[in-house]
Every structure is written in structure tokens, then in C-alpha cells.
């Protein structure tokens, strides 16, 4: 048995849970539509460039949670998964989990994406682990502030070492899926990296490392990506 690590946005789905998120906020008139999308749009632009700020980020990204009871929060995000989450599902993705569960591998969901927002969609994944950036609670109530070390580029390499020392386990064998440069930190720490459908960067970082590239976007099944 071996660890199999999948990044979510982009990776497993065909798209960007966090970024559509605040979309959904915007559209039901939650947030400020023009100050919040414009803010959005930038740090999404960030994140593609490598040059997100992860804690100013998360300090936006989290603020609309403390604005509500955790009641209408979740009657907001069933929506949420309904209306952006499902669309995005990948056959191809469920088939490469099928596969690594076959194996008798360990599934774990590593992801910059808050764990409120991304909880549900490992949920429909039917993956149990899940690292993800924790938003703070204090007496049932969000209060706009991130805890704990954010599961970004070096943090996610972090956040995995002290979730591998709680559960003895270690990275002999072990699989990492993802599109991003910014998970080249990881990449460089399994045994079996792969990018999926990547950006440029990751695809040429792959290119020069010779690990593979694959796409989970076209049919039922992982396709080499050219």
C-alpha cells in the first residue's frame, strides 16, 4: 500500500472550487459585486502566476463566512456544489481513484482551498483525508481568520510531513497528482509525481524531469497529455 495525493482545483475537477466560490457569493448577492470580483479575478491571476500571497488571501477569501450562522453557510454551499461543484466532475478522475483504491492505496486530498469549501466535494469523492487551509472557529461561528499553517506550495510539503507523524506513515511509493507550479514543492517529494493537465511551467518543470503528463479532462479513462 501506498499514499496516493491528489490535488483538488483543476486536478480532480475542471476547475477552481475556491475562485467559484466567490463567483457563487457575488451571484446571490452576498458580497459586494464589483469590489469582490475584481479582488477575486486578481488573486486568482496571482495563483496562476506563482506569486499568490497566501495570507492576505485567505484574510478576503474568508471574511463572507463570518458574516452568516453556520445554518445559512450551509444552506449556501448545498447550492454551491449543486449549481458549480457537480458540473465539474471528471469521469476520468474517478476512474484514476478507482484505480489507486484497487491498489489498496491511501486517498488524500491536499489543497490550498479552505476546508469549508472543499470538505463536500472529498465528500463526493468519497475520499476521507483532506488537508486544506482551516478557517478559525470560535463558539460555532467562523470569525474571517485562518489557523494553522496554510496548505500552500511549502506548506502543503508542511502539512503533509505532521499528517504522515500522526499517522506513521511515510512517502515510500507514494503518488502525487497535480496541475499546478505551485505544487512543484510536493511534486519533488513522492515517488511518483504526475502532472495533470498542467500550466505551463509545471508542464515544462514535468518535461525536464520526465514525469508524467496526463489528462483527466476527455473521456472515462487518464489520457497521456502531449
Known sequence: ????????????????????WGRHLVERGLVDANDYEVSSKQFYQDYLDGTLDIYTFL????????????????????EFIAQKILPLMLPAAKSLLEHHRAQGDTLLIITATNRFVTEPIAQLLEIEHLLASEPEQINGRYTGRATGIPTFQHGKVQALEAWLKQHGGNLEGSWFYSDSRNDIPLLERVSNPVAVDPDMVLKAYAERNGWPIISLRDGDRAQPRN
Open 1 to 20: 500500500m501506498a499514499l496516493a495525493i491528489f490535488d483538488l482545483d483543476n486536478t480532480l475537477i475542471a476547475g477552481d472550487s475556491d475562485f467559484l
Open 59 to 78: 484574510e478576503f477569501s474568508l471574511q463572507p463566512l463570518r458574516q452568516h450562522p453556520p445554518e445559512r453557510l450551509l444552506e449556501i454551499r448545498r
